[in-house]
């Protein structure tokens, strides 16, 4: 989900805008040039999953792409493309989660949203009873931050969350709310979090990576999703290829996988656009390159090659898959 017009705000409106501004259809995704490390052991660690309709296609598609599973996310009305604003019909994507991850346990890992301001401890003792794994919260991203991140009322599931030892992936806008962020960190040292899109910071790594040395357990994935924050942040970490080369090698055990797919189907190429979202995010750890829209002379998005990082195998072996099992534990054992 991204911190500007990405599809997690507003995932419908997104795919119908990007269809009148792309010069093209996506073309099939390059084939990989280097194997996966281990066939099987991919886990997409951010996939936000929309209704239980979209199931059957989320596991024909991780199928094609060798990921074994996915961390799928409970998703609120306006990020499903449902309409609404805020949270609004959070319970239901919990619902959508809890009964996809039912139904295929060896594939999908749920994981829950809450109301931090009102929803109490109990209702996420209730909610890891019924199977969930762990919690994505939205309250960093400018279109669901209704109070700062670290305010007093979101105390008591913070504490529960740490106490329990839940995985959290928290969203943090860190252009707006880093200080939020640091707030929350501060106060629960001992948090399992993971700060998706290099934390907020894919198109800046000065801030990234004074982020990551004020907090050394959090953890991180890579996700870029869809369109053009997407675009943007390949743009970016492409100019500073060898940079991020080292910041990846320089702590490996702190980078996660993840494409943040959103399973909203709109328009007729929206299998395509799946397939390349998700080749994407992989080809920027796995491969010599990779295809995704980029920006055009006309102001649009027309899908061209970028660079990847070709990473070696011991390393992908880790963000592919090794660090999000140690951070997941329990829930996939």
Same mark, same amino acid.
């Given at each position: 989900m991204h911190a500007r017009r990405?599809?997690?705000?507003?995932?419908?409106?997104?795919?119908?805008?990007?269809?009148a501004c792309r010069s093209e259809n996506p073309p099939p995704p390059a084939a990989s040039?280097?194997?996966?490390?281990? /066939?099987?052991?991919?886990?997409?660690?951010?996939?936000?999953?929309?209704?239980?309709?979209?199931?059957?296609?989320?596991l024909g598609l991780l199928d094609r792409k060798g990921v074994k599973r996915a961390v799928v996310l409970a998703t609120? /009305?306006?990020?499903?493309?449902?309409?609404?604003?805020g949270l609004a019909g959070y319970q239901r994507g919990n619902e959508v989660v809890l009964a996809a991850a039912a139904a295929h346990p060896t594939r999908l890992i749920p994981f829950v949203t809450l109301d931090l301001a009102h929803d109490q401890p109990e209702t996420l003792d209730a909610l890891l009873a019924r199977g969930a794994c762990g919690v994505k919260l939205y309250d960093g991203h400018h279109a669901f931050h209704e109070r700062p991140l670290d305010d007093p009322a979101h105390r008591p599931l913070f504490a529960r969350m740490e106490e329990r030892g839940v995985p959290v992936l928290v969203h943090v806008n860190t252009v707006r709310f880093r200080g939020e962020l640091e707030g929350v960190?501060?106060?629960?040292?001992?948090?399992?979090?993971?700060?998706?899109?290099?934390?907020? $910071?894919?198109?800046?790594?000065?801030?990234?990576?004074?982020?990551? /040395?004020?907090?050394?357990?959090?953890?991180?994935?890579? $996700?870029?999703?869809?369109?053009?924050a997407a675009a943007q942040g390949f743009t970016y970490l492409?100019?500073?290829?060898?940079?991020?080369?080292?910041?990846?090698?320089?702590?490996?055990?702190?980078?996660?996988?993840?494409?943040?797919?959103?399973?909203?189907?709109?328009?007729?190429?929206?299998?395509?656009?799946?397939?390349?979202?998700?080749?994407?995010?992989?080809?920027?750890?796995?491969?010599?390159?990779?295809?995704?829209?980029?920006?055009?002379?006309?102001?649009?998005?027309?899908?061209?090659?970028?660079?990847?990082q070709a990473l070696p195998a011991a390393l992908l072996q880790k963000i592919l898959g090794e660090n999000a099992r140690r951070w997941l534990g329990r829930c996939v054992r």
């Open positions: 990405g599809p997690c705000a507003l995932a419908l409106l997104l795919v119908t805008a990007l269809s040039t280097t194997p996966a490390p281990d /066939d099987g052991t991919i886990l997409d660690a951010h996939v936000h999953l929309t209704d239980m309709e979209a199931v059957p296609a989320l609120p /009305d306006a990020t499903a493309g449902r309409g609404g604003k960190l501060r106060a629960f040292p001992k948090l399992r979090a993971v700060c998706p899109h290099l934390c907020g $910071s894919r198109t800046d790594l000065d801030r990234f990576e004074a982020i990551r /040395d004020a907090f050394p357990s959090l953890l991180f994935d890579t $996700s870029h999703g869809s369109s053009d492409e100019k500073e290829h060898d940079r991020l080369r080292k910041i990846l090698e320089k702590t490996p055990k702190r980078f996660l996988f993840g494409s943040d797919l959103v399973t909203v189907r709109a328009g007729p190429t929206w299998q395509d656009e799946w397939d390349m979202q998700v080749s994407a995010n992989l080809g920027l750890l796995r491969d010599e390159s990779f295809t995704f829209w980029r920006q055009n002379p006309l102001g649009g998005l027309s899908p061209a090659p970028y660079r990847g």
